[in-house]
């Protein structure tokens, strides 16, 4: 609990010192990369502090260009492991809510993060057009297809919103595979852990091959291809070389 104490109190330090000159910054100059690179790494140095390694393969598989990159997500101590191994500045959609944080909201709408209301069906359509029309103009995207963290660390079945983005803004879908995060820091849980989280890029998929009617073939061949590349007490149960499956 004393590590979950630390970041409590250490990130919104962070926040107050360096977000203002950063924001300020990002207007004058309408650059965001240094806010958006600021932000990332400190707060990877902080969860470097309490004991949480942060590995990375594959960086070589990304290809160049806009890409919308698809992560498992497990526990609130992937999203930091996972956008700081991203070797550029992503877009995310997020929750509306998120956007009242003082200085952190204004960050996330400079950095070009979307806001989304999921209780509204024709907002988060709007949004994740809006996405769409980004990702379309060059800016990379990630998405957690599965829409909420997993329980248990295992992978969950995946909404469409994501292969659709990436069929309509032309872009390759990479996959993130994400493990050992759900034991650094466990769903509902403040308690951290030390330990590995290990971030693998694995190989990108062309979506420009499926029409739209094809959505759910490139949805499952997304879905089994993160599955695959999870190791086995995360991979989804009955899933070839899953842990616990008969």
């Not at 203002?20 to 309408?30: D, G, M, N, Q, V």
């Not at 700081?84 to 929750?95: E, M, N, S």
């Not at 693998?200 to 979506?207: H, M, Q, S």
Request: hydrophobic share 45%; aromatic share 8%.
């Amino acid at each position: 609990m004393l590590r979950a104490i630390f970041i409590c109190i250490s990130l919104p330090l962070y926040m107050l010192v360096a977000g203002p000159p950063l924001l300020l910054f990002t207007l004058i100059s309408r650059n965001p990369n240094p806010l958006y690179w600021g932000g990332v790494k400190g707060i990877l140095f902080l969860v470097r502090l309490v004991g949480v390694k942060v590995r990375t393969k594959g960086r070589e598989r990304v290809p160049a260009g806009a890409c919308l990159f698809v992560a498992n997500h497990t526990s609130s101590a992937d999203a930091p492991a996972v956008v700081g191994a991203i070797p550029r500045r992503v877009a995310i959609l997020l929750k509306e809510s998120l956007y009242k944080w003082p200085i952190a909201g204004q960050a996330f709408a400079l950095a070009g993060f979307i806001p989304v209301n999921r209780g509204e069906r024709e907002s988060a359509i709007a949004s994740v057009e809006k996405a769409t029309q980004s990702l379309r103009a060059g800016q990379s995207f990630l998405i957690y297809p599965e829409g909420t963290r997993s329980p248990d660390g295992r992978l969950q079945n995946f909404k469409k919103g994501a292969v659709v983005m990436a069929m309509k803004a032309g872009v390759p879908i990479v996959p993130i595979a994400c493990s050992g995060a759900h034991k650094v820091m466990r769903k509902r849980s403040l308690r951290i852990y030390p330990g590995e989280i290990l971030v693998e890029f694995l190989e990108p998929i062309d979506a420009s091959g499926y029409s739209f009617e094809e959505r759910d073939a490139l949805n499952d061949r997304v879905h089994d291809a993160l599955a695959a590349g999870l190791p086995p007490d995360q991979r989804p149960i009955g899933f070839p070389g899953a842990a616990g499956s008969d």
